[in-house]
């Protein structure tokens, strides 16, 4: 498995933004279709977007489309979320994940789990 490590994260205002980094451990990250999912207090972690192995493909959430962008740089090992116009409820725990599978609409992670970062958007 990659080993994976979220930066970024912080407290905010409402409508600013924050950009969200991903390193991977693995010169292998290349192979890995990657992604963003999320967990608010008592709620089950949720997809927020994913990109291809070459970064051409991008999918998102309806919650963040039009918000988020995500992006990878292969040459750094790298996945990116810049997240604009945040609200509170983008509050959450963020992680990032290798290895992420779609099945019949919806959207799952593989084996490889960041340690999660703090996303606080405060009103």
């Known amino acids: 498995q990659v080993e994976l490590a979220e930066s970024g994260g912080g407290l905010v205002q409402v409508g600013e933004s924050l950009r969200l980094s991903c390193a991977a451990s693995e010169r292998t990250f290349s192979s890995y279709f990657m992604g963003w999912f999320r967990q608010q207090p008592g709620k089950e972690r949720e997809f927020v977007a994913a990109?291809?192995?070459?970064?051409?493909?991008?999918y998102y959430a309806d919650s963040v489309k039009g918000r988020f962008t995500i992006s990878r740089d292969n040459a750094k090992n790298s996945m990116y979320l810049q997240m604009n116009n945040l609200q509170p409820e983008d509050t959450a725990v963020y992680y990032c994940n290798a290895d992420v599978v779609e099945y019949e609409d919806r959207w799952y992670g593989g084996g490889s789990w960041g340690q999660g970062i703090q996303v606080t958007v405060s009103s």
């Open positions: 990109v291809s192995w070459s970064g051409g493909s991008t």
